[in-house]
């Protein structure tokens, strides 16, 4: 359903518009001004003119988009006037420095989820329960079949996994900004003090978080170690650009797993060809969407990116809310 | 229950054969005799019909939830397996507190019980009740268990427990631990194995204590596709028609007659006429040969689709019998006189066999001569003359030729190196992409199930054939998208495309059909190229396959 025309946001083809501030959200296409929920490359994209985004992830939007961006860091909670409208950022819980982003203007507010999750991550803050007139939420992982155990539980079966083959290098295939950040935080929050051998493309995220503060084992570039070293018994984490490609030669006998909420089904993770999967995951599970639906308060629901449909006709037929999958923002966003 | 369970998780997590082999040889070696039996019979396909349907549970899980049924499809549509939906969805729906179950208290897990316990017992009884009381049963059974546990749990009560580990590995396993030998093992299972720890042990028992039962076949050696000629003169291969039959064991011992199709079943009340002639066989023989619908007056075997009638029938009627005859083309002689001879060379075994053969015509003339027939040897000295032999191989009606090294013992299973096929090549046509469906397992969510058009007179596109393999998958991830930006309508999971994509099929024969929209049927239809250069108009038409069906049969 497109959004109703005089509406504090509007879909345009460079994605969510808000008139009263004059700025798109997480824009598919360069415009003046940028709200920017996180520093993910499909929403956060080069050649804006100006970008507001959380400060923790100013590091990461430079080294992205460009040293020289005009980026306006803000905090969370703060609350800004930009045209007529009252801004504020607030935690999503997603990765460093993701954001959820709160309009108000001609006395409606709105919310724009950007993407979240609900389980506790050492590796970012927190997400922060906000009210609003109207919600737009995510649902990358809308089926019930999705349902997250803690980041320790399973950063405890991954080293399982690890220790279980000390004669083989253990390959672990993760998103590199975010994902693989928090899966070494995870592991440091149970006690992991060794070494962990990264990926080149995770290891250009790591100064970001350090930055931050976060508590993270020793890690070091594969890149960086002497021709011919041992990898036996070593922890990797690599993107998934990197399975089965020329780097993978330089591992002999690996075994290999995916870090992904899509590895909760069996068949998506044969269809990918890794020996294991654990499911960890930084969007929001089924029981997250709904709580977060309910926490919001909102009078009017529209959802967006994975099963929409799904999710907004759950909400409405068995939770009486209204709610409507929002068309044409899987494509802008 | 746990134990298998973990199993059936350390096989599915692991790509590696030793890694596989020693996972099932870890649990053969510390498992109970009753649930190893049970576990073999199931690791190897056997388990035979299913207990309940993936439907039944799905209307039991949905019964005892609060899930609307779009949104379990929905799912279903997600994970492509019923078993594994509800595996991810009952502990999240499940009511807290579980139902009274027959003999247990409220919240009683069977979850502790050993696997023989479940599959002789729950199982089965759970099965066997209906309606409420069956949802009840089954609710009680699922109670408790972990997310594994109650996927294998639907698995076994599907019949649908696949894990990619075939019984190659398995045996592997079992003769790792037992430290006998596979192929005793694989001759002791042939014929069918109870799973009853009576039976498991003496599968195991030592080599020497082997008895004899007369029904038991020895397993079936395999040909592999012929890829380059074999090393070596040409005449000391043995040149064969492969026709386009089921492959079948015929026994004669102890006064009783024994015929074995290659998937171990017993099918002698399906051909009583070759039962009949067998008993014009010396006792102790046992043959391997192809089981065709060939008439006594024809210079050829009927098509397939004649045996296939056949096939169909339990108990065939008269009339049947009368219009389908059947024959048993021997090929090999794997016991003689009572002996085991498949560690003697192909040569002496096809010699002892035409004797054999040419004795038992001349003992009962007709009409056991044309129901036993030796499969004719081919002239082949030299292998230039291997592929004109090749391209007669439509008009003998047969699918192709076999080479078999003549100095070769006989094996058991698919071993390369002494026997090969070398099929004729298919025949192609080129159709357009109408239909496409999701696929299910691992192909669940992506289209993955075509179904492929060609013109008729009158310009229409009519569907002509189903085909699900041949694709790659980076092809297969392109044409999914391509599929879902030009679908042009829906019909629950089945989608209408633009006709634009042209695919060429290759199948293996052709026959007509009345049940199908072009009068059409195809055997082992499958993709051989995506026609990216072809338009959708110069596909082929319904009349170009009529005149494949009129060259001869396929």
Known sequence: MPLPAGSLLELTPQGLYCPAAAAWIDPCRPVPRALITHAHADHARPGCGEYWAIGASETILRQRLGATINLIPVDYGQLHRIGDARVSFHSAGHVLGSAQIRLEAGGESWLVSGDYKRCADPSCAPFAPVRADVFITEATFGLPIYRWRSGAQVAADIVQWWRGAPERPSLLFAYAFGKAQRLLAELAAIGVREEVLLHGAVEALMPAYREAGVVLPPTQAVSALAKGESLAGRLVIAPPSAHRSVWMRRFKLPQTAFVSGWMAVRGARRRRGYERGFVLSDHADWPGLLQSVKESGARQVYVTHGNSDGLARYLREVEGLSAEPLEGAAAAA | ?554
Not at chain 2, 195 to 203: D, K, M
Not at chain 2, 347 to 359: G, N, P
Request: aromatic share 8%; hydrophobic share 45%.
């Open chain 2, 1 to 554: 229950m746990q134990p298998f369970a973990t199993l059936y998780s350390r096989l599915d997590a692991s790509s590696g054969t030793s890694s596989r082999v020693a996972a099932l040889a870890a649990y053969f070696e510390s498992a109970d005799p009753a649930d190893a039996a049970w576990a073999l019979h199931v690791l190897l396909g056997k388990q035979g019909k299913r207990l309940i349907t993936g439907r039944r549970l799905r209307e039991i899980c949905l019964a005892g939830s609060p899930l609307p049924d779009w949104l379990f499809d929905d799912c279903y549509a997600q994970v492509g397996d019923s078993a594994e939906t509800i595996a991810l969805l009952w502990q999240q729906v499940a009511p807290q507190t579980g139902p009274v179950g027959a003999e247990g208290s409220p919240g009683e897990s069977w979850a502790g019980a050993p696997l023989h316990r479940w599959l002789d017992e729950l199982l089965p009884a759970a099965a066997a009740l209906q309606g409420e009381a069956q949802a009840e049963a089954v609710r009680q059974l699922w109670q408790g268990l972990s997310a594994n546990e109650l996927l294998v749990a639907n698995k076994l009560l599907t019949g649908g427990l696949r894990v990619g580990v075939g019984p190659g590995l398995v045996l592997r396993a079992l003769a790792q631990f037992s430290g006998l030998e596979a192929a005793l093992l694989q001759h002791r299972l042939m014929g069918g194995f109870s799973p009853s720890p009576e039976a498991y042990r003496q599968l195991l028992a030592p080599a020497h204590q082997t008895e004899a039962v007369p029904s038991r076949p020895y397993p079936f050696f395999l040909a592999s596709p012929l890829e380059e000629l074999p090393a070596g003169a040409a005449e000391d291969w043995l040149a064969e028609w492969k026709f386009d039959g089921i492959r079948g064991q015929l026994i004669h011992r102890a006064g009783q007659v024994f015929l074995w199709s290659r998937g171990e079943e017993l099918i002698n009340t399906a051909f009583p006429e070759l039962i009949a002639a067998a008993t014009n066989l010396p006792e102790g023989t046992v043959l391997d040969g192809e089981i065709l619908v060939w008439p006594s007056t024809a210079a050829q075997p009927a098509p397939f689709s004649q045996l296939q009638r056949r096939l169909g029938r339990k108990a065939p009627g008269r009339a049947l019998l009368a219009a389908c005859p059947a024959a048993f083309v021997a090929y090999d002689l794997l016991e003689g006189e009572g002996d085991d001879r498949r560690q003697r060379p192909l040569r002496q075994r096809r010699a002892a066999l035409e004797e054999l053969l040419h004795r038992c015509s001349e003992a009962a003339p007709t009409p056991a001569a044309g129901l036993l027939r030796l499969s004719p040897r081919l002239p082949l000295t030299a292998w230039d003359q291997l592929e004109p032999l090749r391209q007669q191989a439509a008009a003998a009606a047969a699918e192709g030729l076999m080479l078999k090294d003549l100095a070769s013992p006989y094996l058991a299973g698919r071993r390369r190196g002494s026997w090969w096929k070398h099929k004729r090549d298919p025949d192609t046509l080129d159709a357009v992409l109408l239909y496409a469906q999701a696929g299910s397992g691992r192909r669940a969510n992506l289209f993955t199930d075509y179904t492929f058009g060609l013109w008729d007179g009158d310009g229409q596109l009519v569907t002509f054939a189903k085909a699900y393999s041949g694709l790659d998958d980076a092809e297969i991830t392109a044409l999914d998208r391509w599929i879902r930006q030009h679908t042009t309508e829906r019909f629950g999971p089945v989608r209408a495309v633009e006709p634009l994509q042209v695919f060429e099929l290759a199948f293996e024969g052709l026959q007509q059909s009345p049940r199908h929209k072009s009068g059409l049927a195809v055997r082992f239809p499958r993709i051989r190229r995506w026609r990216h250069d072809k338009p959708a108009q110069e596909a082929d038409t319904l009349a170009t396959a009529l005149a494949l069906l009129e060259r001869g049969p396929c």
